[in-house]
């Protein structure tokens, strides 16, 4: 059965976040995955907060990055979530969005590994979790075909799509995945009775933050290359993300990184990624900060356990 | 009267901090706090976020955090969190950290004055909304913001120990954490209190914890177990602390020299009685109650029980409480 999860931590409180998450384990969704930066609430700490206010679903943090907390940094994390409010997490790493990252001091110029470095890390970092008894999983947040080819060395990856062709490309970019591998996806996800992709900001910012941060062999690959490259000058001559960066890149293309959709939608959606053998999918923000599209979810996954 | 408070450090086990926090309330302490033993042990935010979760009515606060140690970016978004956790029973205590941790890591600071102050008024900035730009030795932001809906006020304490420091800490702090021998824990506060009042500020909004081992040799503790201790803080305390001390500098030198050689371990075998008295407070309940009520008499609002927490130490907490308490009715 596919594991289904939602992303939280966008801009919501810890008392906003936790309850949430009370409502979300009780309609039976599985799991809960807390955001890291740029979110204003640090996701280790949020993870306390969020198993103290649920029973038994599996909580992941992060996305966390190595280039942010080093990884000795994010093992003891884990290992204190783990000591302190048992066995039940899961952890997301990945580079990290590199222009929030570099409005901290944090720069990961293009060119010098970041892909390397951070599967380097992220491997170290399950070695030692392991090593001291952690029985959850390590999952890599991935887009591009090196991180893509490297997750199999972990528990897992969360391809940062939506689109199911480009779901494909990135399956076709791994080779030997190993058992008990977990497949799962991403999506910036807005959930509606009556969804209009071009009407709802909240849901084509999420979008053209995954589509400016696609590596330049998938964005030729999927001939979005022209319109991602004219968001990014748009992005570069800002020094935002807004409205020149969502119009340059253009709605047509847009809609093409994010799930923007009714119950029915979800539902054949959902029913496509399991046939292309998608075993976990964590509804990305903004979802978390809309209750129509939550207490959708809520329904629809009611609807799903009585089937 | 004064508080009684709890500190614990991230290098502890489980089954230490979690009693503690879950017996907080029980106890009756005020509070608790948690010192970062640099990359070793518990993460802080974590534990601090359990630790919170565990009790209802005490507070909980780091002591210390390092500055010099995490992104500013970091802290504020840690400290933004624990605060809402605990819904404000949270203070942030920060610092330069310790002399050897920041040796062996490596971490070479040129002006931890200024990347103090400025530390503060970059953590204060972010939790009142505004966007920052800064860069200096420790850390750079571009127009950085937490995106807060409203402003949040977070007390800031500092853990320092030289003269400006603590003048610093008069002038920008909600609280200092201070450990030394009595003479100095003296001087100290009085130059707390002297740069709050030049700055304008009353002196009381400066919260005084005070923060040495306790030694219950009352229940069942090793002497030895304390002399580690008190040769590991002996070692860490600056020269700027040392001369302001009326010990025999020259012990404490050697006590310093023999740690960083060989370890707290060769350094205890220096520690002799003096040292141990004055860096430290043990003895039986009453006396240790005495010598906590001495530090309340030179300007300390709140004493710090622990650590180290070994023989029957859970007995002892509960002990001294009650002492404190009795003696408090």
């Known amino acids: 059965m596919m594991e289904l999860g939602v992303a939280l931590n966008v801009s919501e409180t810890v008392g906003v976040t936790t309850e949430i998450s009370r409502r979300l384990e009780e309609a039976g969704l599985n799991s809960l995955w807390i955001t890291d930066f740029p979110a204003a609430r640090a996701a280790a700490p949020l993870a306390g907060a969020v198993a103290e206010s649920t029973k038994e679903c599996r909580i992941g943090v992060g996305l966390l990055s190595p280039d942010l907390y080093g990884a000795d940094q994010i093992v003891r994390q884990i290992q204190t979530l783990e000591q302190n409010f048992g066995k039940r997490f899961d952890v997301l790493l990945g580079p990290g969005d590199r222009l929030a990252l570099m409005r901290i001091g944090i720069a990961l110029e293009a060119g010098t590994g970041i892909a390397g470095r951070t599967a380097e890390a992220a491997i170290k970092i399950r070695q030692e979790l392991q090593e001291s008894g952690f029985t959850g999983r390590v999952l890599l947040g991935a887009q591009g075909h090196r991180m893509i080819a490297a997750s199999t060395k972990l528990d897992g990856v ?114 496509q990624l399991d046939g292309l053998g998608i075993g976990l999918v964590v509804f990305g923000p903004p979802l978390c900060t809309s209750s129509e599209g939550l207490e959708m979810l809520i329904g629809a996954l009611g609807r799903r356990g009585s089937e | 009267m004064y508080r009684l408070s709890v500190g614990v450090t991230t290098g502890m086990g489980f089954e230490t901090t979690d009693w503690i926090a879950s017996h907080a309330d029980t106890l009756g302490i005020d509070a608790i706090w948690i010192g970062e033993d640099i990359g070793a042990g518990q993460d802080t935010s974590v534990l601090a976020s359990s630790m919170i979760l565990r009790s209802t009515k005490v507070e909980v606060g780091t002591g210390i955090v390092p500055v010099t140690m995490h992104n500013i970016a970091t802290i504020a978004r840690m400290a933004l969190t624990l605060h809402e956790i605990s819904d404000g029973r949270f203070s942030l205590g920060i610092g330069i950290g310790g002399t050897q941790d920041l040796r062996k890591a490596g971490v070479r600071i040129r002006k931890p ?217």
């Open chain 1, 158 to 271: 969360l391809l940062n799509y939506s689109d199911l062709s480009m779901i494909r490309w990135a399956l076709d970019q791994m080779k030997d995945v190993p058992n008990q591998f977990t497949l799962g996806v991403f999506p910036p996800t807005w959930l509606s009775h009556n969804p209009n992709f071009e009407a709802t900001e909240p849901i084509r910012r999420a979008a053209a933050m995954v589509a400016v941060g696609l590596a330049k062999k998938p964005r030729e690959e999927f001939q979005v290359a022209e319109h991602v490259d004219a968001g990014l000058r748009a992005r570069l001559a800002t020094g935002k993300l807004g409205e020149d960066t969502m119009n340059a890149i253009g709605d047509g293309t847009l809609c093409r990184f994010a799930l923007c959709a009714n119950e029915d939608d979800l539902n054949s959606y959902l029913r």
């Open chain 2, 113 to 329: 004055v200024t990347a103090l102050r400025e530390s503060t008024l970059c953590l204060r900035s972010l939790w009142e909304g505004q966007k920052v730009t800064a860069a200096n030795d420790l850390f750079s932001l571009d127009r950085y913001s937490l995106r807060l809906g409203a402003p949040v006020r977070i007390p800031i304490f500092y853990g320092v120990r030289g003269p400006q420091m603590l003048t610093l800490a008069g002038e920008l702090s909600d609280g200092v954490i201070l450990s030394g021998p009595f003479d100095y824990i003296e001087r100290a506060i009085s130059i707390v209190r002297e740069a709050a009042v030049n700055t304008g500020r009353d002196p009381a909004e400066v919260r005084v914890v005070v923060w040495v081992p306790t030694i219950p040799t009352f229940r069942g503790i090793k002497e030895k177990t304390a002399k580690r201790i008190v040769a590991l803080v002996v070692a860490d305390t600056p020269q700027a602390v040392v001369e302001m001390l009326s010990l025999d500098r020259e012990k404490i030198r050697a006590i310093g020299a023999e740690v960083a050689r060989g370890g707290p371990k060769s350094g205890a075998a220096l520690v002799d009685d003096e040292i141990l008295n004055a860096f430290s407070i043990s003895g039986s309940k009453e006396h240790m109650v005495d010598q906590f009520q001495a530090l309340h008499e030179i300007g300390a609002d709140e004493v710090v029980l622990g650590p180290p927490f070994s023989g029957e130490w859970k007995i002892a907490l509960a002990e001294l409480a009650t002492e404190l308490r009795r003696r408090n009715e």
